[in-house]
C-alpha cells in the first residue's frame, strides 16, 4: 500500500465523497434520514465516532500490530460507538429511539474502517484529524441533503422536532409515526424511496462531477464510469 | 393445423417403395418462404460454350491448385490444366476446348470478394474431347483401385460449403464407416438445383450413391429428402427398386440440410461438436457430388460443369443449368432474359446464407448452386435496426441451441470470456436468428465481427501465453542453476576466506600442516564436483521438460 | 450498408407485435367495460396519451430518434397499466403511474428491450404503495347497463373499510343508447371531482366501492362469495364476480390466440396458471375454518389471466431459456398465491411480477439451454458446475505450479 | 415446523436484512462484476452471517444478559465477528492463497460486518428464543446471500444496457434495489 494510494482515498467532499461517489457506510444514512433531525444527531454521532477513533489510532499506530490491527480497530471504534451509544441514550433518549438500532451500527461503517486504515494507520495525529474532518464534513453533507429532502418530500416540513437534538428533551415532543404517514407523500418515508431518492443523488453528483472536471480538465477523472461501452456501428464495415 | 397436415403427408409416403422412414426431429428451425416453384416449371437446360471461362484455381476450401498449361496453349475439353497441390486441393479439367489467354487475378464468388487466380480460356466452340475414354464398368474393379478414380475427378462438395471431395473420402476411408447419407435436402430458399437434378437423373444420382458406398464400403445408404420435394421423391422410388438405398424423409424447414441436422435426423443421435461425422460412422455426400462421381466412374468424365439455379423476379424464365465451371455469371443471367432495371442485388446460394456478388463478371464455381438476380420487392434494403426485445423467437429458431439475444449483448459488450460460454463457435451462421427477428438485427453480422476478432484476440493470446510460459521456463532453469550452484558457492566462502586470512595471522607449523590439508580437500572436492557437474548435464533437459508439461 | 446475409427477414415487426398483443385485449377490456362502465376506457385513453407524450419527451431528452414511437411498446404499457389500476381513477394517479413506467423504469435504464423491470407493473406497485387507498378502492362509477339506476349503493364510500358492504349487485335494467350516454356523462366528472372533494363526487354519481372478488373475499371473510363460486358462472346475473370471471375468460382466450400465433411461449402462463392451481388446490380444505378460497376463485377471481398470458410474458423483463421460463413461473405462481392469502396487500399479479424480474437474470445465466452437440456440463463455462466446482482444481493447480515456482 | 419456516420465510423475504432493513447495503456495490466472484462473496458472507449472528446471540443469552452487562453488547458482538471474519479468511488463505491474493475479499466481508452487527442487535432485542433465533440469523443470512447473487446476475444485464451516462454504475444499481425493496415490502404480512 503506496502512498499515491492513500492519497486517493483519502476522503473529501466533492470528488471523494463517501457516501455518493464511494457509496461508503450506506445503512445508517438510508434508513435514519426520514427527518433532517435524525439526520443530523445521526451525522453528529458518526463524526464524534470518526473524530475520536482516528485520533486513536494515529496516537497508538506504533503500538499496532499490523496483522491484527483490522481487529484493533474494530475494537476501537466499538468503544467509542458504545461511548456514544450511552451517551445518547442518556441525554437524547427520543432521538436515539427513533434511530434504533442504526446507532450501533456505527461501529460497521465502513468509511471510517477505511479511514483509519489507510489515513489515521499511517499519519501523525495532526494529519489524520484533517483528514478526518473531512471525511466527516462528507458524510454530514449528503445525510443531511437525503434527510431534508426526504423529510421536505414526505412532510413538507424542514427541522421538524428540532428541539429533540438539544440535551434532554422531553419524550411528549416525539414524532409519532402514525402523524408521518399521514402526511403529504407517505411513500417518500419506506425504505425503497431512500434506495430511490439516494440513486437521483448520485447521479445528480456524477453529473456535477462531470461539469466541473471538464471545466478543469487536468483534473483525475473520479466519476464513476461505465463498466463497459456500447460498441455499436462496426458492424456495417464488410466482413 | 401443421402436425395433422404432416400426418396425411408420412401416410401417403410410406406407401411408396424405398421410403424407409420419417425423420427424427431436430431442434430449432424456421420455415421461410422459398420461392422455389420458378425455376422448377423447366428442364435443366445446357447451355451453349461461352466466349470465355475463367476457372478460379481454387474453388473449394483447402489450397490452391498448382496451373499446368501456360498462356498460349491449346487446351481440349476434360484435359487437366491444373494439378492438386496436396490432398484439400483438386485437379481442375478444361470445360470446353480452347486456347488459355492468360492466368491471372479475377473476381470470384467468395464471401470477402478477394481475387483469385484463374486460368482464361478462349474457348473456339468445337468442343473438342481429349479423347474418347471408355466407359469403366466400376463394379469390375476393387476398391482401390475405385478411390484414385473419384479422387481425381477434381470434385468438390457441391452443397455451397465446398468441401473438397478427396479430402472427405480420405477421412473417411480411414475409419469404420457404416452409412453413406446422401444429402437432397436443399432446405434453402430459390435453391432447386438438387431437386431438378433427382427429378430428371434419378437413375444417375442412385448409381453415384451406390459406387460411393461401395466404395467407402459402407453398410446401408440413405438418401435424405424433404417433405415437399414430391417430384423427387416418385422419381426416386421409381429408379430406387432394383437398389439397397433407402429414402429418408426429412421436415420441411430450414436449416434441415445442415450437416449436423441431416445426420441427427437420420440417426436419431446428435453428433458431438469436437467430432466429424467420420467419427460417427456416418460419411454425408451432397446429391450434386454424388452425381458428380457417377459421371467420374461410370462416364469417366472429370467434373467441368454443375447444375445451377437461376432464378429471382429479375429474369424472365428462371430455370436449372447444367453450366460448365468457369462461365462467368452474367452471361448465365443474359441466357436467362435478365431486367436490368428491375435487378437489385446478385445473390449466390440461397437468400439466407449466400453471398451478395458485386461483380457478376465472376464465374461459376462448383460450388455455386444457385444464382439470384433479385429484385428490390425480393431483397429490400434493409431496414435500420431496432433495439432487442428479448422476445426469444431467435433461441426458438437456433438449431444450434444457442440464445442468439444473449450473443449479441456479449457481442456489443466485447466480452470474450462470455461468447466463449455461450457457444459462439457453435454457431453455424444460417442465418435463422436474423431470419426472424422483429427488430431485425442482422445477428449473424454481429457474430461474425466478434468470432473475427476472438480468433484475432487468441492469436495475440497465444503469443502472449507462449512468451509466459517460456518466462517460466527461464526462471526455473535460473533457480535450477542456482540450486546447482549453491554447494560451490558455499564451499568457496569456507576456503576463501582462510587464504585472505593468511597474511594477517602469525604463521606457524600447525597452521602451515593445516592449510596443506585444506588445499587438499578443496581440490579434492572440486574434482568431486568436476564429476557431478559432468555428470548432471541430463537434469537440467529433464527438468525443463517437467516443467513444460 | 449491410452486405451479408441473410438476405430474407420474416415481414414481423416489433410494431406488430405489439400491437397484435394490444388486439388480444380488447375483448377483455370491452368485457370490463361492459360490467364496470367507462372508467376503464377513459383510464386507456389518458394513459396511452400520455404514454406517448412521455415517450416522446425521453426520446427528444435521449436525443435518440422519433421513430422508435412506432414500436408501440409505449402504448402496449399505457393499455396494461390502465387494465391494473382500478376504473376510473383519478387522472393524476395515471399520469404518475404512466411516468413512473415510461420515463423512470423505461427510458432510465436505456429504453426499449433494456429495462429489467416491467414498468407497467413497476408503476403499479409503486402507485400502490405510495397511494393504498385510491389503488385499492375500485370504485366504480356506473355500471354501463346500469346507468343511474343503480342507487342502492350510494352509502359505500371508497375506502378499505367499504369493502364489507360491498359485496353486491346492481340493478339489471334495460339497455339502450340512452343510459350508456347517460353513463358516460355521469363517469367523466366523477374522474375529476372525487379526489378533491370525495362527498360530492359521492353525491354527484352513485358510486360503488368494489374490488376484485378475490379481495372482497379475503376483507369480507368469505361466506356470502364461496356459495356463488361453487355454483359456477351465471353470465346473466350483473355482479362483480360475474364480471371477473367473464374477463378472465377473455384475456384466457386471447392469450391462447397470442400462443397460437407464437407471440408467446407457453412456458410461462401454463407455469404460473398451474402452479396457482397446484397450490390452491392444496391448501383447498372446504368445510374447514381455514379456508383459502377455491382454484377456481384463484384462476378467474382476479387478474390471474391477464397476468399469466399478458403482464408475466412481457419478454423484456421475463426470462429467456425454456427451463428459465418454467422457473420464472413457477416463481411468480407461487409468490401471486402467497401474496394473496397471507400477505397484506390485496392485488398480487404486480408484486409477484417484479418478484419473478428481479430473479429473471440469475435464471438467464444459470438456465441456459444445451448447446447443441455439447453433453450437459462438459462444454466450457456452460451452466453451475463449470462456474463453481472446478474453481477449486483451478486454484489447486495454479496454487502448485506457483509453490513449484516459489521454492 | 412451521413457526421455524415463518421465521426463515420472514427473515428473508419480507424483513430481507439488505433491501428492507438496509443493512450491509455497501457490500451490494463493493463486489466485483463476475458472477462467480459474487457467488463467492455470497457463500462467505452465508457463513460468517450465521455464525457470528449465532454466537452473538448466544453470548448475549446466555453472558451478558444475566450478568446485566447489555452495554457491552456492541464491542462484544464486533469482537466476535472480527475475529471470526479474520480466522475464516486466514484459514481460506492457506487453502487457496491466490484466490484470497485480491485482498479486498477481506474488505467486502468486513462490510458484510454491518448486517451481522444489525442482525446480532435485532436478536439481541428481540423475544424469539433460542433456536428461533438461529432460525432467524438462518434466514438473514439465506436472503443476504441470495440478493448478493441476484444483484450481481443484474448488474451483469446492466453493464451492456444503455443507461443515461450519470445513472450509470452506482446510481441505477440503487434505483433498481429501490424497485426490489418496493416489491419485497409488498410481502408485508407473509409471515
Known amino acids: 500500500m503506496s502512498t499515491e ?233 464488410k466482413t | 393445423m401443421r402436425l395433422f397436415r404432416n400426418m396425411f403427408a408420412n401416410s401417403k409416403l410410406r406407401k411408396m417403395a424405398g421410403v424407409q422412414s420419417i425423420a427424427h426431429s431436430t431442434p430449432g428451425g424456421i420455415t421461410p418462404h422459398l420461392h422455389k416453384s ?188 424433404e417433405r415437399s420435394k414430391g417430384d423427387a421423391i416418385a422419381a426416386l422410388s421409381k429408379s430406387i427398386s432394383h437398389s439397397s438405398v433407402e429414402i429418408v424423409i426429412l421436415d420441411d424447414k430450414y436449416p434441415a440440410g ?10 436419431g443421435k446428435e453428433l458431438q461438436a469436437n467430432k466429424l461425422p467420420a467419427d460417427a460412422g456416418i460419411h454425408l455426400q451432397n446429391v450434386g457430388s454424388v452425381y458428380a462421381v457417377y459421371r467420374a466412374v461410370a462416364e469417366s468424365k472429370p467434373c467441368i460443369s454443375r447444375i445451377t439455379t437461376l432464378t429471382g423476379e429479375a429474369l424472365q424464365t428462371p430455370k436449372n443449368f447444367e453450366a460448365l465451371i468457369g462461365t462467368p455469371v452474367s452471361f448465365l443471367f443474359d441466357l436467362c432474359g435478365i431486367d436490368k432495371k428491375n435487378h437489385a442485388k446478385t445473390v449466390v446460394g440461397g437468400s439466407l446464407m449466400g453471398i451478395e456478388l458485386m461483380d457478376t463478371s465472376a464465374p461459376v464455381m462448383q460450388s455455386s448452386n444457385c444464382l439470384i438476380a433479385g429484385s428490390l420487392a425480393e431483397f429490400p434494403d434493409t431496414i435500420p435496426e431496432q433495439p432487442c426485445i428479448r422476445c426469444g423467437f431467435c433461441a426458438e429458431a437456433c438449431p444450434a441451441g444457442l440464445l442468439p439475444q444473449q450473443l449479441l449483448s456479449y457481442s456489443r459488450s466485447e466480452d470474450a470470456q462470455q461468447l466463449e460460454d455461450h457457444g459462439l463457435f457453435d454457431c453455424i451462421e444460417c442465418g435463422a436468428c436474423s431470419y426472424v427477428c422483429p427488430s431485425k438485427i442482422p445477428l449473424v453480422q454481429y457474430y461474425r465481427n466478434s468470432k473475427e476478432q476472438l480468433a484475432l484476440s487468441q492469436e495475440v493470446f497465444d503469443t502472449s501465453k507462449g512468451w509466459q510460459a517460456r518466462f517460466q521456463d527461464h526462471q526455473y532453469r535460473i533457480k535450477k542453476l542456482k540450486d546447482e550452484a549453491e554447494p560451490r558457492t558455499a564451499i568457496k566462502p569456507a576456503n576463501i576466506p582462510s587464504a585472505e586470512e593468511k597474511p594477517q595471522g602469525t604463521f606457524s607449523k600447525d597452521q602451515a600442516i593445516l592449510d596443506v590439508a585444506a588445499a587438499v580437500s578443496r581440490v579434492k572436492a572440486r574434482r568431486k564436483n568436476v564429476i557431478a557437474s559432468s555428470e548432471s548435464p541430463a537434469k537440467p533437459i529433464q527438468a525443463d521438460g517437467e516443467a513444460e508439461t | 450498408m449491410i452486405n451479408s446475409s441473410p438476405f430474407q427477414h420474416r415481414e414481423q415487426s416489433i410494431g406488430d407485435i405489439m400491437s397484435l398483443v394490444i388486439m388480444a385485449c380488447i375483448p377483455g377490456i370491452c368485457m370490463s367495460t361492459w360490467f364496470f362502465g367507462y372508467g376503464l376506457i377513459i383510464n386507456i385513453v389518458l394513459a396511452a396519451c400520455c404514454a406517448l407524450a412521455f415517450e416522446a419527451a425521453a426520446l427528444l431528452l435521449r436525443s435518440r430518434s422519433l421513430m422508435q414511437l ?259 413461473g413457477i416463481l411468480i405462481g407461487c409468490a401471486i398465491y402467497s401474496i394473496r392469502v397471507w400477505g397484506s396487500y390485496l392485488d398480487s399479479i404486480a408484486l409477484a411480477v417484479l418478484f419473478g424480474n428481479f430473479f429473471a437474470p440469475l435464471l438467464d445465466h444459470y438456465c441456459r439451454p444445451r448447446i447443441y452437440g455439447h453433453k450437459k456440463h462438459t462444454s466450457d463455462g456452460l451452466g453451475f458446475r463449470k462456474k463453481t466446482l472446478p474453481l477449486l482444481g483451478k486454484l489447486r493447480v495454479e496454487k502448485s505450479k506457483a509453490e513449484e515456482i516459489e521454492s | 415446523m412451521t413457526t421455524y419456516l415463518g421465521i426463515i420465510i420472514g427473515a428473508a423475504l419480507v424483513n430481507n436484512v439488505f433491501l428492507v432493513q438496509l443493512l450491509g447495503v455497501s457490500s451490494l456495490f463493493l463486489s466485483s462484476n463476475k458472477l462467480q466472484n459474487a457467488l463467492e462473496l455470497a457463500l462467505l458472507n452465508f457463513v460468517v452471517l450465521f455464525l457470528a449472528a449465532s454466537i452473538n446471540l448466544a453470548i448475549f443469552r446466555l453472558i451478558l444478559n444475566p450478568l446485566g452487562l447489555e452495554f457491552l453488547r456492541i464491542i462484544c458482538f464486533v469482537a466476535v465477528s472480527s475475529t471470526l471474519t479474520i480466522l475464516i479468511l486466514e484459514s481460506l488463505k492457506k487453502k487457496f492463497p491466490l484466490s484470497l491474493r485480491r485482498q479486498r475479499l477481506a474488505f467486502y466481508l468486513t462490510s458484510g460486518n454491518s448486517a451481522i452487527l444489525g442482525v446480532s442487535i435485532i436478536n439481541a432485542d428481540s423475544v424469539l428464543s433460542l433456536t428461533h433465533g438461529v432460525a432467524y440469523n438462518f434466514g438473514a443470512a439465506l436472503g443476504f446471500a441470495l440478493m448478493i447473487i441476484s444483484f450481481a446476475a443484474l448488474r451483469l444485464r446492466l453493464d451492456t444496457a444503455d443507461i443515461p451516462t450519470p445513472f450509470r454504475g452506482a446510481a441505477i444499481q440503487l434505483i433498481s434495489a429501490g424497485i426490489v425493496s418496493m416489491c419485497l415490502l409488498g410481502f408485508a404480512g407473509l409471515v
Open chain 1, 5 to 237: 494510494y492513500h492519497r486517493e482515498h483519502s476522503f473529501g467532499i466533492l470528488k471523494e465523497n463517501p457516501v455518493l461517489v464511494h457509496l461508503l457506510g450506506l445503512s445508517p444514512v438510508l434508513a435514519i434520514s426520514t427527518t433532517l433531525t435524525n439526520g443530523i444527531a445521526m451525522a453528529i454521532a458518526t463524526v464524534f465516532v470518526v473524530v475520536c477513533s482516528s485520533l486513536c489510532v494515529s496516537l497508538l499506530r506504533t503500538q499496532i500490530n499490523s496483522s491484527w490491527r483490522f481487529l484493533y480497530f474494530m475494537l476501537i471504534i466499538a468503544c467509542f460507538t458504545t461511548a456514544v451509544d450511552i451517551l445518547m441514550q442518556w441525554t437524547h433518549f427520543p432521538i436515539y429511539r427513533e434511530l434504533g438500532i442504526y446507532v450501533p451500527l456505527i461501529c460497521c461503517n465502513f468509511a471510517i474502517l477505511i479511514n483509519l486504515e489507510t489515513v489515521a494507520y499511517h499519519n501523525d495525529w495532526k494529519n489524520s484529524l484533517g483528514k478526518a474532518g473531512r471525511l466527516s464534513a462528507g458524510y454530514c453533507l449528503a445525510l443531511i441533503l437525503l434527510s431534508s429532502s426526504r423529510e421536505l418530500l414526505a412532510n413538507g416540513t424542514l427541522l421538524e422536532h428540532w428541539e429533540l437534538l438539544l440535551p434532554g428533551a422531553s419524550d411528549s415532543a416525539a414524532v409519532s409515526e402514525t402523524e408521518a404517514l399521514n402526511n403529504l407523500f407517505s411513500f417518500v418515508a419506506y425504505q425503497p424511496a431512500a434506495l430511490i431518492l439516494l440513486g437521483f443523488l448520485v447521479a445528480a453528483w456524477n453529473s456535477l462531477n462531470t461539469q466541473l472536471m471538464s471545466s478543469k480538465p487536468a483534473a483525475k477523472q473520479s466519476v464513476i464510469p461505465a463498466k463497459r461501452e456500447r460498441v455499436t456501428g462496426k458492424v456495417g464495415a
Open chain 2, 38 to 225: 420458378r425455376s422448377l416449371r423447366s428442364k435443366i437446360m445446357a447451355i451453349p460454350i461461352p466466349p470465355h471461362l475463367l476457372i478460379p484455381l481454387q474453388q473449394q476450401q483447402g489450397t490452391a491448385s498448382a496451373a499446368c498449361v501456360k498462356a498460349g496453349d491449346r487446351v481440349l475439353k476434360y484435359q487437366k490444366i491444373a494439378d492438386a497441390t496436396d490432398s484439400t486441393s483438386l485437379d481442375i479439367y478444361a470445360p470446353s476446348s480452347g486456347v488459355v489467354s492468360m492466368i491471372q487475378n479475377h473476381t470470384t464468388i467468395n464471401p470477402a470478394e478477394k481475387e483469385q487466380l484463374c486460368i482464361f480460356i478462349d474457348t473456339d466452340g468445337k468442343d473438342e474431347e481429349l479423347a474418347e475414354i471408355d466407359a469403366i464398368e466400376w463394379q469390375t474393379l476393387t476398391r482401390e483401385e475405385l478411390l484414385p478414380v473419384i479422387r481425381n475427378a477434381g470434385i468438390c462438395g457441391m452443397g455451397g460449403a465446398g468441401f473438397p471431395l478427396p479430402k472427405k473420402m480420405e477421412t473417411s476411408s480411414n475409419r469404420e464407416i457404416h452409412t453413406l447419407i446422401v444429402n437432397a435436402a436443399e432446405c434453402e430458399p430459390f435453391i432447386t438445383a438438387d431437386q431438378a437434378l433427382i427429378r430428371e437423373r434419378s437413375e444417375a444420382v442412385i448409381q453415384g450413391a451406390e459406387i460411393l458406398q461401395y466404395a467407402i464400403n459402407a453398410k446401408h445408404c440413405v438418401i435424405a429428402i
Open chain 2, 258 to 267: 445442415g450437416e449436423r441436422q441431416v445426420i441427427q435426423a437420420v440417426s
Open chain 3, 70 to 328: 412506432k414500436d408501440n411498446s409505449a402504448l402496449l404499457t399505457a393499455v396494461l397499466f390502465a387494465i391494473a389500476i382500478p376504473p376510473g381513477s383519478p387522472w393524476w394517479l395515471v399520469v404518475t403511474g404512466i411516468f413512473v413506467a415510461i420515463v423512470l423504469v423505461k427510458h432510465l435504464y436505456g429504453g426499449l428491450g433494456q429495462n429489467p423491470f416491467n414498468p407497467a407493473m413497476t408503476a403499479y406497485v409503486f402507485l400502490l404503495l405510495a397511494f393504498p387507498l385510491d389503488m385499492t378502492s375500485w370504485h366504480v362509477p356506473v355500471p354501463l347497463e346500469g346507468a343511474v339506476g343503480s342507487t342502492v349503493l350510494s352509502n359505500s364510500l371508497p375506502n378499505l373499510s367499504g369493502f364489507d358492504n360491498a359485496i353486491a349487485s346492481s340493478s339489471m335494467s334495460s339497455l339502450g343508447w340512452q343510459s350508456l350516454k347517460l353513463s358516460l356523462l355521469a363517469t367523466l366528472p366523477f374522474l375529476s371531482a372525487f379526489y378533491e372533494n370525495p362527498e360530492t363526487a359521492v353525491e354527484l354519481i352513485d358510486g360503488m366501492a368494489m374490488a376484485t372478488p378475490l379481495i372482497e373475499y379475503k376483507m369480507a371473510g368469505k361466506s356470502a362469495l364461496l356459495a356463488s363460486w361453487d355454483s359456477g358462472l351465471n353470465i346473466f346475473s350483473r355482479q362483480s364476480e360475474t364480471a371477473w370471471e367473464m374477463a378472465n375468460i377473455s384475456y384466457l382466450v386471447a392469450g391462447l390466440y397470442l400462443l397460437y400465433k407464437g407471440i408467446i411461449s407457453w412456458h410461462i402462463p401454463l407455469s404460473i396458471v398451474v402452479t396457482v392451481l397446484i397450490i390452491s388446490s392444496l391448501f383447498y380444505a372446504p368445510g374447514s375454518s381455514s379456508v383459502f378460497g377455491t382454484p377456481y376463485l384463484h384462476l378467474f377471481g382476479s387478474a390471474t389471466m391477464i397476468g399469466a398470458f399478458f403482464i408475466a410474458t412481457d419478454p423484456v423483463s421475463a426470462a429467456t431459456s425454456k427451463s428459465g421460463k418454467i422457473i420464472y
